[in-house]
């Protein structure tokens, strides 16, 4: 006869652990309503980083997102100090009508240039933009972060 061991670790302790994954392999979250990261920006006081892109077409941006947004120190830094929104303008896939209608109307509010993708502003919790960079230059998560301190501290 064989005995087999069975070890029951506590539900909470599961959940805890399964969340903890989820968030680390999530990164920060990205939200795609304009108003919402708004309004949310002002509930927490947070500042919002807007990133523009073409996330299936716009070489740089993918590279961006890749070397800069996608690693652990930024996720970190802006779960802390940003509402992160992500207006895309994609070739393939098919976004809602809405979200559509939605980034077409912030391309002419923030007189976005689609050769100059990716685009990224700096707003303060009001709303107010304290800057933007145009293109991807190769920089990293630090330089980024960086650069979002020194608007935040103006």
């Known amino acids: 006869m064989r005995k087999t061991i069975t070890h029951r670790l506590p539900f909470p302790l599961i959940a805890f652990v399964l969340g903890f994954m989820a968030t680390v392999a999530s990164g920060a ?13 002002k509930s927490s006081n947070k500042c919002v980083l807007i990133d523009f892109n073409g996330s299936d077409w716009c070489g740089p941006c993918i590279e ?14 802006a779960d802390k100090n940003l509402v992160l929104l992500d207006i895309d303008y994609p070739q ?3 976004l809602p009508e809405k979200l559509t209608a939605q980034n077409k109307r912030l391309e002419k509010q923030y007189g976005i240039d689609k050769s ?19 293109g991807y230059g190769g920089q990293s998560s630090a330089d980024m972060i960086a650069w979002i301190e020194k608007l935040r501290k103006r």
């Not at 961006?64 to 830094?77: D, G, I, L, R």
């Open 29 to 41: 979250e990205w939200r795609t309503d304009y108003e919402k990261a708004l309004a949310g920006a």
């Open 64 to 77: 961006m997102k890749k070397v800069v947004f996608s690693k652990p120190a930024f996720s970190s830094y």
């Open 92 to 94: 393939r896939k098919v």
């Open 116 to 134: 100059g993708y990716p685009t990224v502003f700096l707003l303060d919790p009001s709303g107010k933009i304290l800057g933007h960079l145009e």
